[in-house]
């Protein structure tokens, strides 16, 4: 079965110093992964996803993220942390028709 | 567009209250989704629609009916809730399912207490 981990539940980032939020993937076959923000008392807003091509893949809001296969890893990044940028994060992987999601990762962007 | 809608966004109901919850959006996806999620864990699956039939129930309890009426429009029916159902519902589209692009795209949620 597909799953992803992210090891972290929160992580702390003074702003406007670099950002990294991490995920990793077990998979059979070939990876779908995503990252999704959450803000308080919101749904889900999709970030950036790969499906193949260039390891690094740019999203929204200035993210980008890392697909490393020798890592099997997919690691969300942002060269420049904003306050506005608190909020709930998870990685996911397509697992046939459904989305199996992380447990989720609080990013804290402190001033 | 990529906006998924919800209504309503907040609703309190007695556990023997009957209510709907409806999603709505004019993205021409056609795969619906319903989620459950408690308070600082990941969605939780409970129900896809694609093509407007069921596809998936993830062992949801009978207490939750979902209803794709056409292919814009996705409703969970509830009817005998328990106070552990208190959660935020979300809906979301994606454009298929199964190949190429399945990002999904969720609604704000409504936030469901059951007293």
């Known amino acids: 079965a597909q799953s992803v981990a992210q090891p972290e539940d929160q992580v702390n980032v003074a702003e406007g110093n670099p950002l990294t939020v991490k995920c990793t993937y077990s998979?059979?076959?070939?990876?779908?992964l995503f990252w999704y923000v959450q803000y308080p008392n919101r749904g889900l807003q999709f970030l950036l996803k790969?499906?193949?091509?260039?390891?690094l893949v740019k999203g929204s809001y200035g993210f980008e993220a890392e697909f490393n296969k020798s890592q099997t890893s997919f690691h969300l990044k942002k060269p420049s942390a904003l306050v506005s940028d608190s909020a709930l994060y998870f990685c996911?992987?397509?697992?046939?028709?459904?989305?199996?999601f992380g447990t989720g990762t609080r990013l804290q962007v402190f001033p | 567009d990529t906006e998924v809608t919800q209504t309503p966004k907040h609703l309190v109901m007695g556990m023997t209250n009957k209510k709907s919850l409806k999603c709505e959006q004019h993205?021409?996806?056609?795969?619906m989704y319903w989620y459950k999620q408690k308070a600082k864990k990941p969605p939780e699956l409970m129900f896809v629609?694609?093509?407007?039939?069921?596809?998936i129930n993830e062992s949801v309890p009978s207490r939750f009916s979902p209803e794709c009426p056409n292919s814009s429009l996705l409703n969970l029916h509830l009817h005998a809730l328990q106070p552990e159902d208190s959660a935020l519902y979300l809906c979301?589209?994606?454009?298929?399912?199964?190949?190429?692009?399945?990002?999904?795209?969720f609604g704000p949620g409504t936030r469901l207490t059951v007293t």
């Open positions: 979301a589209s994606s454009l298929n399912r199964g190949r190429g692009s399945y990002e999904q795209y």
């Open positions: 998979v059979s076959g070939n990876p779908y």
């Open positions: 790969y499906i193949t091509g260039d390891n």
């Open positions: 996911a992987v397509r697992d046939t028709d459904k989305l199996i």
């Open positions: 993205m021409g996806h056609r795969a």
């Open positions: 629609y694609s093509y407007e039939k069921l596809s």
